[in-house]
Structure formats: structure tokens, C-alpha cells
């Protein structure tokens, strides 16, 4: 055998005998991995039975023992309207435009932007939008609230997210520094002033993006003139944080995908729930997990008086007057009633002292706010009248906001948010957000069903209700009419019943004539 012959066979059979070191590492490492496993499984059924527990006690089984559930028509409004707000689906407008329109100040709750600022068993306001998840549910009154709420496509409510949180923090661009930024937003809150800053989800999400935007203005102060080419604004990076980062951030798993499915079932980082925390970190775990969060959630729209649809806004708007609104309106002419046969005051002292306290409004634009409500208030006001108030309320409403927003993103040009700008985003990301909140989309799928019915259902009760009022017309103007005049009437009408019979007749033989003539 040759030297080769040697040095190869014995290269050989050290390759075939491991290190002992080596075995060593091997069995660790096989072990290690056994472990990881078996605490994986662990993990996953800790998670089961933990979202398990929270479903069953959200089961139909548990809540329908409660008279809320027992009452079949859902659909009366009760005592107390819980407006579900699940941001940037439009609630602002829906709040400004439609229920400041119905109910007086001293008929909202106290605003709770952090935390229930009041006894809602004790307080008797009729009005609280808010924020808050479904779990305030727990504290309110449930025989005497109704819930309502409205959904959003999951993908333009993440897009919208996104560019809200930019703009709101591009505000504080202002400022010379990150430091002096957050000590005005401090002096605001010691004012006992109410910003964007103490209302969830903003309180996370904008000094977040605050924060961001200084560091990226501080770079590029220290690079010099910086040159930006490209022209998509969810994606220049060196203005602010591009959109496919801000996706797969921790902030945005908590906060932002599946935040309607969370929200309605309860589960946000602001629940009022003890569970919530692990009950939420499970789901965003264990993808699998989340099906029974959904059904909760699908089942506390079903029991809502009125869901409303962003992407359906002028059909919405007339289901929530018809809906909502015509029962607002309704107790108003009830309580009016009562309070008329309760006081002996005559009904012109009240109109002025409102109508003074309306001028003393003027200088502050809420002259036409507080003439809409005097209006409600004095049974005055239609579901047609109140869908023209609010018509013209989002005109200027819109307005005001579209003027903010170009303001605030000046001071990040040229990046800017327009529907055009969306048409930028790349499909990979649209993608992106659609697996991220697979929840949500399930849920606007089911949120669409139930508006579908209830437009339906409103469009037959008006026809019906169209019919009624023609009949009921009929019958006024005859029952006007003494026995001769209805004789008359009658009368008439059977000869020209008569006359159109014989004009058709005649018409008829003509033409059969002319045929048998050809």
C-alpha cells in the first residue's frame, strides 16, 4: 500500500470517529431541542385552555342569562348609548355631526379617555363615546345600554392608522427639539387640556412616531442637504419611518392588527379586564388560537343596535338616522310631552332663555350646533331634517381636517397621505397587512352581513311605513267630507272610470277594423 493509500484510509476513519467534545455538543444540542419543544407544547396548551376559560365566560350561555340578552329586539334604544369608537373608522364625524346634534352636554357622560372618570349606575347621562373596548360592558348597566359601533376595512383602517399617527406627531416638529416638545405636551396636561396625547390608542402611538421623527430630522440636519427622489410617502425612509417597518413592529402587533376584533371582544391593552393581557398575547402567538376571539366578537355585533360601515358612509349615515337617530328623536317628543304636563310654564320662556344662550355661542362657531339641538330638543326635528344637519356638518367638518393635515405634514414634505398616494403602496405590503390581521378581515366580512340585513330591513319598514301615511291621508281627506260631497265624489270618479272604459273599447274596435280591412 502506498503512503496516499495510507494517509487517505486513515483520514478516513478519524472522519468516521467523532470527538468525544462533538458527541457531547450533539446530545446538548438534541436535548435542548426536546426541551424547546416539550416548552413549546406547554406554552401552547397554557395558551388553549387560558383563551378556552375567556371564551366560555364571553359564551352566549353565560351572557344571555342577563335581561340585555333576553330582550329579542335589540333594536330599541335603551337609557344609555355606549359608542364603541374603533379608531379611524370615522366616529368623529359620526360624534360631531350626529350625536352632538341629539343629545345636550349635560346628557354626555364625563369623558373617559384613560379611565372610567364616573359611576355609570349612579350617573343618569344618557351618551358615553369613547375608545374604550367592549369590556366596559362589565361596568355599565346592561339591561339599560345600547351598543353601537362602527367597522372599517381592515387594510384602510391600518393605512389610516399609520398616516393619523404621522401627522399628529409631525405637529410637534415645531419645536426646536425632542425634549421641548414633550414639555409642552406636559404644560397641556397640568392646563387640565385634553389633547390627542391622553387618548387611546394615540397615547402609544404618536410620541412613539414623535420620537422617530425628531431622530430622523436630526440626521439629516448632520448629513446636510439631503435629496429624496423617490415619491412614495410610505416609503422615505428619510423623512419617517417607512410603512413595512412601522408593520412589524411590537407597538403595531399590540396595538393596531386585529385592533377592531380585539376592541369588540374586549382584549386591547386599555381592557378593563384582568385576563386581557394573556388572553391577547396568546391569540398574537398561537394564530389558531383566535377563531373563538372572532365568534365573541361576531356575536357582540349581533347584539348591537346599529353597526355602521366606513367604506358604505352616505348609506350608513341614513341607516344611523333612521336607525338610531329616529329613537333619539322619538324620546325627545316623549319627554317633551311629559315635561309639558309636568309644568305650567308656557313653552315660549324656554325658547329664549335657548335661543340667549345660542348668541353668547356665536363668537365660538357653535351658534348652528346649538340651534340644531334646540331643534331636536323641541321635537322639531326630522330623521330628513337631522340627515341635512349633518350633511352640512361634515362639509365644514371635512374641511377643517383636510386643512389640519396639510399644516401638519408641511413640516415633512414632500412626503404626504392622499387616496392618490395609497395607489403607491406595493401589493407585498397590502399582503402584508391582510395576513396581519386575518381577524379583522373575517370580521368586516361578517360586519358587511349584518349591514346588508339591517338596510334591507329599514328599506321595508319605510315602505311600509310610506304606505301607512298614504292610507292614513286617504282616510283624513275623506273622512273630511260629508255624505253628499262623498256622493259626489264617488260619482265622478265612476264616470271616469266609465268614459276611460269606453275611450279603450272603442280604440280596441278601430284597430280590429282597420285589420280586416287590409
Not at 493509500?5 to 435542548?32: C, D, F
Not at 440626521?219 to 416609503?235: L, M, S, T, W
Not at 415633512?412 to 378581515?441: G, K
Not at 265622478?492 to 272603442?506: K, P, Q, T
Amino acid at each position: 500500500m502506498s503512503t496516499r493509500s495510507r494517509l487517505l484510509l486513515h483520514n478516513t476513519q478519524g472522519a468516521n470517529k467523532m470527538n468525544p467534545i462533538s458527541e457531547l455538543a450533539l446530545v446538548w444540542l438534541l436535548l435542548l431541542c426536546s426541551v424547546l419543544a416539550s416548552f413549546g407544547e406547554l406554552e401552547f396548551d397554557h395558551c388553549e385552555r387560558v383563551v378556552k376559560k375567556w371564551a366560555d365566560a364571553s359564551s352566549p350561555s353565560r351572557e344571555e342569562q342577563h335581561p340585555y340578552y333576553n330582550n329579542k329586539d335589540k333594536r330599541s334604544l335603551r337609557d344609555l348609548l355606549f359608542f364603541l369608537h374603533v379608531p379611524r373608522t370615522g366616529g368623529r364625524t359620526y360624534f360631531n355631526c350626529f350625536l352632538r346634534k341629539l343629545y345636550d352636554n349635560a346628557e354626555e357622560c364625563p369623558r373617559s379617555y384613560d379611565k372610567l372618570r364616573f359611576d355609570p349606575r349612579k350617573e343618569k347621562c344618557k351618551l358615553l363615546a369613547t375608545h374604550d373596548d367592549y369590556s366596559l360592558m362589565e361596568m355599565l348597566p346592561r339591561d339599560k345600554t345600547s351598543v353601537m359601533t362602527i367597522v372599517r376595512d381592515p387594510v384602510a383602517r391600518v393605512l389610516s392608522t399609520y398616516e393619523f399617527s404621522v401627522e399628529v406627531a409631525a405637529r410637534f416638529l415645531v419645536h426646536p427639539n425632542l425634549t421641548s416638545a414633550a414639555m409642552m405636551a406636559g404644560r397641556i396636561r397640568k392646563n387640565n387640556v385634553i389633547s390627542t396625547l391622553d387618548i387611546w390608542p394615540w397615547k402609544y402611538l404618536v410620541p412613539w412616531m414623535r420620537e422617530d421623527l425628531f431622530a430622523r430630522r436630526d440626521a439629516r440636519k448632520v448629513k446636510g442637504v439631503v435629496i429624496i427622489e423617490d415619491n412614495n410617502p410610505y416609503d422615505m425612509e428619510e423623512m419617517l419611518m417607512p410603512l413595512h417597518e412601522y408593520l412589524d413592529t411590537p407597538t403595531a402587533h399590540d396595538i393596531i392588527h386585529n385592533g377592531a376584533t380585539f376592541q369588540i371582544a374586549g382584549l386591547t391593552n386599555n381592557s378593563h379586564l384582568v385576563e386581557a393581557h394573556e388572553v391577547r398575547h396568546c391569540v398574537q402567538k398561537h394564530k389558531n388560537l383566535g377563531e373563538p376571539v372572532l365568534q365573541v366578537a361576531k356575536r357582540r355585533l349581533d347584539s348591537m343596535l346599529y353597526v355602521g360601515l366606513t367604506e358604505e358612509h352616505r348609506e350608513s349615515a341614513s341607516l344611523f338616522a333612521n336607525v338610531v337617530g329616529s329613537q333619539v328623536l322619538s324620546q325627545v317628543v316623549a319627554s317633551n310631552l311629559t315635561a309639558k304636563n309636568k309644568t305650567t310654564k308656557p313653552e315660549e320662556s324656554d325658547a329664549v332663555s335657548e335661543s340667549g344662550s345660542d348668541k353668547s355661542k356665536i363668537q365660538n362657531g357653535t351658534s348652528e350646533v346649538a340651534s340644531n339641538k334646540i331643534e331636536a330638543k323641541s321635537g322639531n326635528m326630522t330623521v330628513k331634517t337631522l340627515m341635512e344637519v349633518y350633511e352640512g356638518c361634515i362639509t365644514h367638518l371635512w374641511k377643517s381636517q383636510g386643512t389640519r393635515r396639510v399644516n401638519s405634514l408641511k413640516r415633512i414634505s414632500p412626503a404626504n397621505f392622499t387616496t392618490e398616494t395609497r395607489t403607491r403602496v406595493s401589493r407585498e405590503v397590502i399582503e402584508q397587512i391582510i395576513s396581519l390581521n386575518n381577524l379583522d378581515v373575517e370580521l368586516y366580512k361578517y360586519a358587511k352581513e349584518i349591514f346588508v340585513k339591517e338596510h334591507e330591513l329599514v328599506s321595508k319598514k319605510k315602505m311600509v311605513s310610506t304606505s301607512k301615511r298614504s292610507i292614513a291621508d286617504l282616510q283624513n281627506v275623506f273622512g273630511e267630507m260629508d255624505d253628499e260631497k262623498l256622493w259626489k265624489f264617488v260619482s265622478v270618479a265612476l264616470m271616469l272610470l266609465l268614459l276611460f272604459l269606453l275611450f279603450l273599447f272603442v280604440n280596441f274596435r278601430r284597430r280590429r277594423t282597420s285589420k280586416v280591412k287590409i
